[in-house]
């Protein structure tokens, strides 16, 4: 677990507010990410309930996204709790081989799945 997670959550948060009509908005006590019309595609967890993790979660298109992502690199991936069993997946952002492209795709595809339509007519991020 990373000691400071605010060079992490500055980093989350700068791939989060780069998209489309996104804000920040605390849930649950930690950093959560929504689009225009108030559904949220990202969160940041720093030692949530003691797990020892830093993670953002974001959203799949469902069960068998998760699977596979997780079965892909379970290094990497991982089904959180509260949102794992709606699909969701947590990625690690305390190793030092962090790969922040796929991070920053996770997030963007994330947006995506969240976006209302008229965001993504226009051209989506």
């Known amino acids: 677990m990373s000691p400071d997670p605010a060079p992490l959550l500055d980093r989350i948060r700068s791939l989060c507010l780069a998209l489309p009509e996104t804000a920040e908005r605390a849930s649950h006590g930690a950093p959560g990410f929504l689009v225009a019309d108030g559904k949220f595609f990202a969160y940041f967890w720093h030692n949530h309930h003691d797990d020892g993790e830093t993670v953002v979660i974001v959203k799949t298109t469902g069960d068998?996204?998760?699977?596979?992502?997780?079965?892909?690199?379970?290094?990497?991936?991982?089904?959180?709790?509260?949102?794992?069993?709606?699909?969701?997946?947590?990625?690690?952002?305390?190793?030092?081989?962090?790969?922040?492209?796929?991070?920053?795709?996770?997030?963007?595809?994330?947006?995506?799945?969240?976006?209302?339509?008229?965001?993504?007519?226009?051209?989506?991020?």
């Open 64 to 125: 068998d996204e998760q699977a596979q992502l997780i079965d892909l690199d379970p290094a990497c991936y991982f089904k959180p709790a509260y949102l794992g069993p709606s699909g969701w997946i947590a990625l690690r952002l305390d190793g030092d081989t962090v790969d922040w492209d796929r991070v920053g795709d996770r997030i963007a595809i994330s947006w995506e799945l969240a976006a209302p339509q008229r965001l993504l007519e226009a051209g989506g991020r």
